[in-house]
């Protein structure tokens, strides 16, 4: 797969409303998402939807391990649960259950297919998509490809 570009990145906090404060108000981000609920908070790095931060309070990202996920063409996104198994390696969906087709994230909307590396750090391969944004579809949840198709496709 040819890679494009570092889509997005996240890094563990331990309080997350002062690290909120410090990336909006120091560093003067542009807060995508928050989800207190889940100690998880996204900041668009740049233009929305062209780079993104995440903040994890503790506990959810010991879970996760480490993440990074690469900005890659549709084309290459929707080849890769294929690629992948090619290569040994076990194309998953964001909540870890292994697919054969990307995800949808509606609210950003950007589809993704994640795996895991040697060291069970978390890969995503990411493609933004043109559509706009669909957060009633779900903020925290994913879609399925096939089940977006439909979404887009009727209206």
């Not at 990411?126 to 925290?140: A, D, H, M, N, Q």
């Not at 879609?143 to 209206?155: A, C, F, L, P, Q």
């Given at each position: 797969m040819q890679v494009t570009g570092l889509y997005e990145t996240h890094l563990p906090v331990t309080d997350l409303d002062r690290s909120v404060a410090f990336y909006r108000d120091v560093v003067g981000l542009q807060l995508?998402?928050?989800?207190?609920?889940?100690?998880?908070?996204?900041?668009?790095?740049?233009?929305?939807?062209?780079?993104?931060?995440?903040?994890?309070?503790?506990n959810p990202l010991l879970r996760m391990h480490l993440h990074i996920a690469f900005s890659v063409s549709l084309e290459e996104l929707l080849a890769a649960p294929t690629t992948l198994r090619r290569a040994g390696i076990v194309p998953r969906g964001f909540s870890g259950e292994e697919t054969d087709e990307p995800v949808v994230l509606p609210w950003v909307p950007a589809a993704s297919v994640f795996c895991t590396d040697p060291d069970r750090h978390s890969l995503e391969y990411?493609?933004?998509?043109?559509?706009?944004?669909?957060?009633?579809?779900?903020?925290?949840s994913t879609?399925?490809?096939?089940?977006?198709?439909?979404?887009?496709?009727?209206?």
């Open positions: 995508a998402q928050l989800m207190p609920e889940r100690g998880i908070a996204f900041f668009w790095i740049g233009a929305p939807r062209q780079a993104m931060l995440g903040l994890w309070q503790s990411l493609s933004v998509l043109p559509e706009r944004p669909r957060p009633e579809l779900g903020i925290v879609i399925s490809w096939s089940e977006w198709r439909r979404v887009v496709t009727n209206g």
